[in-house]
């Protein structure tokens, strides 16, 4: 194999310009993550509604009710995190790392989720929220079909799957980078 550097013709001022642009253009995926924040404030506010609920009715509801309702609210804090994943990772990987005064508020992981890993974190958490309502199936069961919960069990299936080989993918492509 030739070892040579690959030396580049000077760049004209029309090429500076569109590369240029190209890089700003990340920019528009900040209001992306603006509104991802705005979407883990409906959560916030879903959340509360749903703990409302469960303390005012679980006195007077089934104990499947109340599991069916706190699976319910893990359900809604697994998505949260998810959301949260995609607005630090998906700004630090695209647009801008966070330069931040005081580090020790910073989530470790941050920096250091690159873009395999982060599609990895995105279908595991899936997996969980797939997972998490399949349970609520099968706390339901007697108002589930069996087409329903057949389904179930296939997606929730297909997803293990691709996690797992997402997951094989991501491990054979960091090995032949080494």
Known sequence: MD???VTSEPHGGAERLVERTILASRWLLAPFYLCLAICLIVLLIKFAQKMVKLVLYSLFSGGNDVITD???LIDLSLIANLLLIVM???YENFV???ELDDQKYKPA???HVDFGE???KLLTSIVAISSVHLLESFMN???SSDRELEWSIAIQITLILTGV???FMQRISGQQRH
Request: glycine share 8%; aromatic share 12%; proline share 4%.
């Open 88 to 90: 630090f990772s998906g």
């Open 109 to 111: 992981w941050m920096g």
């Open 141 to 143: 069961i007697d108002r």
């Open 118 to 120: 982060l599609k990895l």
């Open 96 to 98: 801008s790392s966070f």
């Open 70 to 72: 706190l699976l319910s």
């Open 3 to 5: 070892n040579t550097p």
């Open 165 to 167: 080989l997402l997951a």
